[in-house]
C-alpha cells in the first residue's frame, strides 16, 4: 500500500481509477477499507469512469498513530487530506467524507473552495455544529481494558467497532478528544461548493441532515431509510444519490 509523508506523519493511501478524481475520507475509528472498500465504494466509482483515491486518516489504519491529542486538531487532520492531494498532484477533486471524515471535508469546503469541486458529506447532519456525537463517554469505553468493562450504551458500540478493526484504541481516544472542535452556524452558512448531506434516517449521532441543509447554502439532503450511523455507509440508496449527485457537476 502505497504512503507518504506529511510532516512526520505517514499517511497510507490507496489510487485507483482513471477519470476525474474523487478522494474518499473515512470516519472516526474506522479505515480507508472497511470505510470504503469493503463496502464496495471503491470498486463501484472506479466501474464509473473515476479515479479514486482514499486515505487512512493519521491515527487509524496503516498511517501513523500518535498519542498527543493537539496532533489531532480538525484543521490538522483535514491538512492531511490536501497534502495527499499535493502528494498526487490533484489540483481539485470531488470529496466524500463519512462522519469524522465530513468533518474533515466541511474544513476543506469553507478553508479551501478552490480544492473541491463538490463536497458529499456522509453520517453528518447538524452534529457538524451543535456536537452530540461521540464524546468522553466513547474515549473512556476506549481506554477501558475490556468490552465487558463499558456499560455505556454508546460507548459499547464504539468500542466493539474499534475491537472489530484492530484499531490502535489509544490512539483513537487522542483523536477523539482532539478533534471535537465543532462548525459555527456562520461558519457552515460560508460554504460556497456544492454539498450533498447524506445521513440515514435512523442515524442518532449524526443529527438532522435537513437543518444542516438549511444553513449550507444550495446544499441537498439525501435521507438513506432505516439506516443507523454504522449501517448507512454501503447502503444503494446512497451510492444511488451519490452517482446522481456526482453525475449534475459540471
Not at 481509477?17 to 475520507?25: A, R
Not at 466501474?47 to 480538525?74: F, M, N, W
Request: proline share 4%; aromatic share 6%.
Amino acid at each position: 500500500m502505497p504512503s507518504f509523508h506529511h510532516g512526520d506523519v505517514e499517511i497510507a493511501y490507496l489510487d485507483e481509477g482513471e477519470g476525474e478524481p474523487i478522494v474518499l475520507v473515512h470516519g472516526f475509528a474506522s479505515s480507508k477499507n472497511v470505510n470504503w472498500v469493503y463496502p464496495t465504494w471503491v470498486s463501484d466509482l472506479v466501474k464509473a469512469g473515476r479515479r479514486v483515491i482514499a486515505l487512512d486518516d493519521r491515527g487509524h489504519g496503516d498511517s501513523t498513530k500518535l498519542y498527543d491529542p493537539a496532533q489531532y486538531e480538525i484543521a490538522i487532520m483535514a491538512s492531511d487530506v490536501v497534502a495527499l492531494m499535493d502528494h498526487l498532484r490533484v489540483t481539485r477533486a470531488d470529496i466524500m467524507g463519512y462522519s469524522l471524515g465530513s468533518r474533515m471535508t466541511a474544513v476543506l469546503a469553507r478553508e479551501a473552495p478552490e480544492r473541491l469541486r463538490s463536497a458529499i458529506l456522509g453520517g453528518i447532519g447538524i452534529g457538524l455544529i451543535e456536537g452530540g456525537g461521540p464524546g468522553e463517554n466513547v474515549a473512556d469505553a476506549l481506554e477501558a481494558a475490556s468490552l465487558d468493562d463499558v456499560t455505556d450504551p454508546v460507548g459499547r458500540t464504539f468500542r466493539a467497532f474499534a475491537d472489530q478493526t484492530r484499531s490502535d484504541r489509544r490512539a483513537l481516544a487522542a483523536c477523539l478528544r482532539g478533534s471535537r472542535r465543532l462548525m459555527t452556524r456562520e461558519e457552515a452558512s460560508l460554504i460556497r461548493v456544492p454539498v450533498l448531506i447524506a445521513v440515514g434516517s435512523k442515524d442518532e449521532i449524526a443529527g438532522s441532515a435537513s437543518a444542516l441543509g438549511a444553513i449550507i447554502p444550495g446544499a441537498e439532503v439525501l435521507d438513506i431509510p432505516n439506516r443507523d450511523h454504522m449501517r448507512a455507509v454501503g447502503d444503494k440508496v446512497y451510492k444511488t444519490g451519490v452517482a446522481d449527485f456526482l453525475s449534475r457537476r459540471p
